[in-house]
């Protein structure tokens, strides 16, 4: 049999088959292929390439047109997306150093040097002031609408922030203070807070200003030099100072201690007198009580003599009382007689003695000699 008759022999089904398989390949070759195409077509015919490569130091934003919504890529890595359906914008996400230094702008992020008016009317500069920034990933939607991609944020907001509140935080004190650190660390520290709080906004965020290290005119450099010179002059007695002030309180500790040992000895010996004293009074008290009672025994002897004496003396004058009032009635019975008789009775018992006495009859002096007494 030949192959004609082979090929005529073959049932109509078994031939079918294949083209219908090959059909399904084709169309869903077709399905697969048609929407690469049309990408393709569109990424030729648009300005957009439908992929985007975020690179580590940025973070991407796609904007949806179909939907509205804004959605922020921090992954590095490419990014598909349908091209005149969607957009891609990639914004720098870095740290970046903003210079104040020298007299003109070299680039962006190089920008002429900072001038103060300080608060006395002086003037002083800073001859180099850095400060690290960066973009609040967070923020990059908000970023891109108010800046725009790339490093076009980095433009005009934080130059004239930076500028602004830099002058005012250190235009505070006067152009001598401006030197000191810790005028400066305080005005540091102010303006990083400022800038923060006016640059949170613009999704951008202030990392840290440098201590800057202000210059002055040279008459002007000349007083801070003497200044400083007084000022370590002035430290060092101040060290002397606190050095005598030292020594004054170790020697008056040292006196203290001693003191407070002689203390503590005369309160010994104190407490020492205290007992000796109080046995010497319980001994006065004995002795006291031993006199006392003597005392009271010898009044009590003594009262009883006085009260015999008193008892024969009341006698004795009771009789004399009784010899007047006898005498005193018989002056009233008899008179004046009794009187002249007791007078009578009284010079018989005067002794006169006469001395024969033979002078001067014409004295110019009177003498007088007591008599001695009658034996």
């Known amino acids: ?86 957009e891609v914008h990639v914004v720098d996400k870095s740290p970046n150093a903003l210079l104040f230094q020298g007299n003109s702008a070299v680039s962006v992020n190089h920008v002429p040097r900072l001038l103060i008016r300080a608060r006395d009317g002086s003037s002083f500069w800073f001859e180099e002031v850095t400060l690290q920034y960066a973009l609040r990933v967070e923020r990059a939607a908000e970023v891109l609408d108010d800046s725009g991609g790339g490093e076009a944020f980095k433009g005009e907001f934080l130059r004239c922030h930076a500028r602004a509140i830099l002058r005012d935080e250190f235009g505070r004190f006067v152009a001598g203070d401006s030197a000191r650190p810790e005028f400066v660390a305080r005005a540091t520290r102010a303006s990083l807070e400022r800038m923060n709080a006016a640059l949170e906004r613009h999704g951008i965020e202030v990392l840290e200003v440098s201590s800057p290290k202000p210059a002055f005119d040279k008459g002007y450099e000349d007083l801070i030099n003497r200044r400083k010179l007084a000022n370590q002059e002035s430290e060092a007695l101040r060290a002397q100072i606190a050095t005598f002030a030292d020594r004054g309180r170790l020697r008056e500790d040292n006196v203290r201690r001693s003191k407070d040992a002689e203390l503590l000895t005369l309160e010994g010996n104190l407490a020492q007198d205290i007992g000796k004293a109080e046995r010497e009074r319980v001994r006065a008290l004995s002795e006291a009580d031993i006199v006392y009672a003597e005392r009271l025994s010898h009044g009590r002897i003594a009262k009883a003599e006085k009260e015999l004496q008193a008892s024969v003396l009341a006698t004795k004058f009771r009789g004399l009382a009784e010899d007047a009032r006898t005498r005193a009635d018989a002056l009233l019975a008899h008179g004046s007689g009794a009187v002249r008789a007791a007078l009578v009775d009284g010079l018989g018992r005067i002794a006169f003695q006469i001395v024969p006495y033979s002078r001067d009859s014409a004295p110019k002096r009177i003498e007088y000699e007591t008599p001695s007494p009658k034996p």
């Open 1 to 86: 049999m030949t192959q004609d008759a082979i090929f005529l022999t073959t049932p109509l089904t078994a031939v079918s088959r294949p083209k219908r398989r090959r059909r399904w390949i084709e169309l869903t070759l077709a399905l697969v292929i048609t929407p690469i195409a049309a990408v393709e077509c569109l990424r030729r015919i648009g300005p957009d390439s439908g992929l985007a490569e975020i690179r580590d130091d940025q973070v991407g934003i796609v904007l949806d047109a179909w939907s509205s919504e804004t959605r922020v890529v921090d992954t590095p890595g490419y990014r598909a997306y349908w091209p005149w359906f969607q």
